[in-house]
């Protein structure tokens, strides 16, 4: 799920991560807003696997849901993707994308890697690596792009008495953030020879930061929890690596799309984004409707794929829609825009289906959601929210869009997979499956 306002009005929960965004000052930030969510860490049972390494496969077998769709298959996904943050453009997006692009192929579709750019990416993350551990990291400000590996060197506030006169010759310095403003700490560690640094929070969360000059080696923050680790690494004087994009220019991020063998044509698409905002391992969202889209296209391949079902997981949504865009796009510029687009995004809280779309297909959805026995509502979207079924109804596609309702955790390090209620998760996939199956009746 998107928020269609201004970066600084992402949602209250996204600038309490965010807290002092773009900001060139190192005093304490204000408060965050009484409704923020206090910073977790992802709980879940996958979470003991290290980001990067091979994510555990839900087992393919037969679904023993009543509609042929598996609410613990879709589960597994949700465990597997949110570990970590899917923000557009980094290293933890390929990490998704080959997990998406490994399950697709075992169902035995064709599987196309979508890339696309974007400008004006208002994210700008990358990473900090240490023995394997790939930690999130925010490039600030001023800071070019590129990839630093050295040993690492604890700097204190990155002050005189930090530094204490040492030569940081090649080394990665690690700032505590405080005090100083945040180019005069670039600048200290810089005339003291160091090829690197990264700023660790003096408060729980990530933040975002403002040099407000040109940096010549990268320079990013990370969160006071990862930090932790960082910091203590620094002491020891063990190798760090930065990787960090540059915070101007093209972002390059990616879709994943899985067609029938030999079928280049799609009559239907079912879609959801699987990209996050930064410091949310992003369970619900949406995590949840990745899940629920890659189910649905196991249970409509048993026996072969389908025909002119096509299934589309995409990049960089919360930074505007653009992988639903990047692929409109090019559908219309083929004449092959399908009749049908199917949208699952936040679909593992709440209490109920709720159908979202002024169509035909909208209303067919709630009728047999309902005549199975699945409480489905007609809804709509928060006020100043989007999500990737818009690209398609802009260019006049028929669009249904699914989702559980409940947008509380999302956009926050709340929104993991323990949050997630198996119960309501399966039955949006009930009720996807319940139209998708007569979509399909009316295409053939």
Same mark, same amino acid.
């Given at each position: 799920?998107?928020?269609? =306002?201004?970066?600084?009005?992402?949602?209250?929960?996204?600038?309490?991560?965010?807290?002092? =965004?773009?900001?060139?000052?190192?005093?304490?930030?204000?408060?965050?807003?009484?409704?923020?969510?206090?910073?977790? $860490?992802?709980?879940?049972?996958?979470?003991?696997?290290?980001?990067?390494?091979?994510?555990?496969?839900?087992? *393919?077998?037969?679904?023993?849901?009543?509609?042929? *769709?598996?609410?613990?298959?879709?589960?597994? *996904?949700?465990?597997?993707?949110?570990?970590?943050?899917?923000?557009?453009?980094?290293?933890?997006?390929?990490?998704?994308?080959?997990?998406?692009?490994?399950?697709?192929?075992?169902?035995?579709?064709?599987?196309?890697?979508?890339?696309?750019?974007?400008?004006?990416?208002?994210?700008?993350?990358?990473?900090?690596?240490?023995?394997?551990? @790939?930690?999130?990291?925010?490039?600030?400000?001023?800071?070019?792009?590129?990839?630093?590996?050295?040993?690492?060197?604890?700097?204190?506030?990155?002050?005189?008495?930090?530094?204490?006169?040492?030569?940081?010759?090649?080394?990665?310095?690690?700032?505590?953030?405080?005090?100083?403003?945040?180019?005069?700490?670039?600048?200290?560690?810089?005339?003291?020879?160091?090829?690197?640094?990264?700023?660790?929070?003096?408060?729980?969360?990530?933040?975002?930061?403002?040099?407000?000059?040109?940096?010549?080696?990268?320079?990013?923050?990370?969160?006071?929890?990862?930090? $932790?680790?960082?910091?203590?690494?620094?002491?020891?004087?063990?190798?760090?690596?930065?990787?960090?994009?540059?915070?101007?220019?093209?972002?390059?991020?990616?879709?994943?799309?899985?067609?029938?063998?030999?079928?280049?044509?799609?009559?239907?698409?079912?879609?959801?984004?699987?990209?996050?905002?930064?410091? @949310?391992?992003?369970?619900?969202?949406?995590?949840?409707?990745?899940?629920?889209?890659?189910?649905?296209?196991?249970?409509?391949?048993?026996?072969?794929?389908?025909?002119?079902?096509?299934?589309?997981?995409?990049?960089?949504?919360?930074?505007?829609?653009?992988?639903?865009?990047?692929?409109?796009?090019?559908?219309?510029?083929?004449?092959?825009?399908?009749?049908?687009?199917?949208?699952?995004?936040?679909?593992?809280?709440?209490?109920?289906?709720?159908?979202?779309?002024?169509?035909? @297909?909208?209303?067919?959805?709630?009728?047999?959601?309902?005549?199975?026995?699945?409480?489905?509502?007609?809804?709509?979207?928060?006020?100043?929210?989007?999500?990737?079924?818009?690209?398609?109804?802009?260019?006049?596609?028929?669009?249904?869009?699914?989702?559980?309702?409940?947008?509380?955790?999302?956009?926050?390090?709340?929104?993991? =997979?323990?949050?997630?209620?198996?119960?309501?998760?399966?039955?949006?996939?009930?009720?996807?499956?319940?139209?998708?199956?007569?979509?399909?009746?009316?295409?053939?």
């Amino acid at each position: 799920m998107t928020r269609r =306002a201004p970066f600084a009005l992402v949602a209250p929960a996204l600038l309490g991560l965010l807290a002092l =965004a773009c900001s060139s000052s190192d005093a304490p930030p204000a408060a965050a807003p009484a409704d923020t969510p206090a910073p977790v $860490a992802p709980a879940s049972p996958a979470a003991a696997t290290p980001p990067g390494q091979p994510a555990v496969t839900p087992p *393919h077998g037969q679904a023993s849901g009543p509609e042929g *769709h598996d609410g613990d298959l879709a589960f597994a *996904h949700v465990e597997a993707l949110a570990r970590e943050p899917r923000v557009a453009g980094t290293p933890a997006e390929i990490r998704a994308v080959e997990y998406l692009e490994a399950q697709l192929a075992s169902y035995g579709y064709e599987v196309e890697r979508m890339p696309f750019t974007f400008e004006n990416d208002p994210f700008s993350v990358g990473e900090v690596r240490l023995d394997g551990r @790939a930690i999130e990291a925010l490039t600030m400000a001023g800071s070019p792009g590129g990839t630093v590996e050295a040993p690492a060197i604890e700097v204190g506030l990155a002050d005189d008495a930090g530094i204490a006169g040492r030569d940081l010759t090649g080394r990665i310095a690690v700032a505590e953030r405080g005090v100083l403003n945040f180019g005069t700490k670039y600048e200290n560690v810089a005339a003291a020879g160091a090829l690197g640094l990264i700023v660790v929070n003096n408060r729980p969360g990530p933040f975002s930061g403002n040099l407000t000059l040109a940096a010549r080696f990268p320079v990013v923050s990370v969160s006071q929890e990862d930090g $932790a680790a960082l910091l203590e690494a620094a002491r020891a004087g063990r190798t760090l690596t930065i990787e960090a994009p540059p915070t101007v220019g093209a972002t390059q991020a990616y879709n994943v799309i899985a067609r029938p063998p030999g079928n280049a044509s799609c009559a239907i698409i079912v879609g959801g984004h699987f990209d996050t905002v930064p410091g @949310a391992p992003g369970a619900n969202d949406n995590a949840s409707g990745t899940a629920n889209v890659l189910e649905l296209a196991r249970a409509f391949a048993l026996g072969g794929p389908k025909p002119g079902l096509c299934f589309a997981l995409f990049g960089a949504e919360e930074s505007g829609l653009h992988g639903s865009k990047a692929l409109v796009e090019r559908l219309r510029a083929a004449g092959q825009l399908p009749r049908y687009m199917v949208n699952l995004d936040v679909t593992g809280i709440g209490r109920q289906v709720e159908v979202i779309g002024d169509t035909p @297909a909208a209303a067919r959805a709630i009728a047999l959601a309902s005549a199975a026995g699945i409480e489905a509502v007609p809804s709509q979207l928060p006020p100043n929210s989007g999500s990737d079924h818009m690209s398609f109804a802009d260019a006049g596609v028929e669009v249904v869009f699914f989702t559980s309702g409940d947008f509380s955790t999302i956009h926050s390090p709340q929104d993991v =997979a323990a949050a997630i209620d198996r119960s309501i998760l399966d039955r949006v996939g009930d009720a996807a499956y319940l139209l998708i199956s007569d979509l399909l009746r009316e295409v053939d």
